[in-house]
């Protein structure tokens, strides 16, 4: 039961830590879809190239997060979609904007696609790290680590020990001097 248990807390760590690493990169790339999108859907001429920088600034973000996150596939969505974007965010015509913009969308989906599998393909490898810890081992651990509780338990334990004996001590002295 213990072991089951700890494999299950160590692969719900590691999967916080593996999507952790990429998880501002995804939210940069998510914004960045999001005001694509808004740019590709706007009426306005400014409000097209208002968002496609918004998505430009966005993106640009996400590049410099990516060496934090790893994933080398999603690196030339991220520059082809920066290309995209300096292109949409300066059209020579509305007609020009919407289509570099419809190609950043594009880009942008790629990319999160890319962080997608990459964030998935290092949670199976981690998980199949897991399913072959050897279950002995596991149990030690917890018994290494149960054993420690219970020292500083009762380190704590003697710590309240000594206290209550001192107060006690106090309370007999004012018992036993008259006039207090």
């Given at each position: 039961?213990?072991?089951?248990f700890l494999?299950?807390?160590?692969f719900?760590?590691?999967?916080?830590l593996?999507?952790?690493k990429?998880?501002?990169?995804?939210t940069s790339?998510?914004?960045?879809?999001n005001?694509a999108?808004k740019?590709?859907?706007?009426?306005?001429?400014d409000?097209?190239k208002?968002?496609?920088y918004k998505a430009?600034e966005?993106?640009?973000?996400?590049?410099?997060l990516?060496?934090i996150?790893g994933c080398?596939?999603?690196?030339?969505p991220?520059?082809?979609?920066i290309?995209?974007l300096e292109?949409?965010?300066d059209p020579?015509d509305f007609?020009?904007?919407?289509y570099?913009t419809k190609?950043?969308?594009a880009?942008?989906?790629?990319?999160?696609?890319?962080?997608?599998?990459y964030?998935?393909?290092?949670?199976?490898?981690?998980?199949?790290?897991?399913v072959s810890m050897d279950?002995e081992?596991v149990?030690?651990?917890?018994?290494?680590n149960?054993?420690?509780?219970?020292k500083?338990q009762q380190?704590?334990l003697a710590?309240?020990?000594?206290i209550?004996?001192?107060r006690?001590?106090?309370i007999e002295e004012?018992?036993?001097?008259?006039g207090?």
């Amino acid at each position: 039961m213990t072991t089951k248990f700890l494999l299950s807390f160590t692969f719900i760590l590691t999967t916080l830590l593996v999507s952790a690493k990429c998880d501002n990169t995804y939210t940069s790339a998510s914004y960045a879809l999001n005001h694509a999108k808004k740019s590709f859907s706007s009426k306005n001429f400014d409000h097209q190239k208002y968002y496609a920088y918004k998505a430009l600034e966005a993106l640009e973000k996400a590049k410099k997060l990516i060496d934090i996150c790893g994933c080398d596939k999603a690196v030339d969505p991220i520059l082809d979609g920066i290309e995209n974007l300096e292109k949409a965010s300066d059209p020579k015509d509305f007609e020009m904007g919407r289509y570099y913009t419809k190609r950043a969308f594009a880009d942008i989906q790629d990319l999160i696609n890319q962080l997608d599998i990459y964030t998935q393909d290092n949670l199976n490898t981690i998980d199949n790290l897991n399913v072959s810890m050897d279950a002995e081992s596991v149990e030690k651990k917890l018994l290494i680590n149960e054993l420690s509780a219970i020292k500083n338990q009762q380190i704590i334990l003697a710590r309240k020990q000594e206290i209550l004996e001192k107060r006690k001590n106090d309370i007999e002295e004012k018992l036993l001097i008259p006039g207090s």
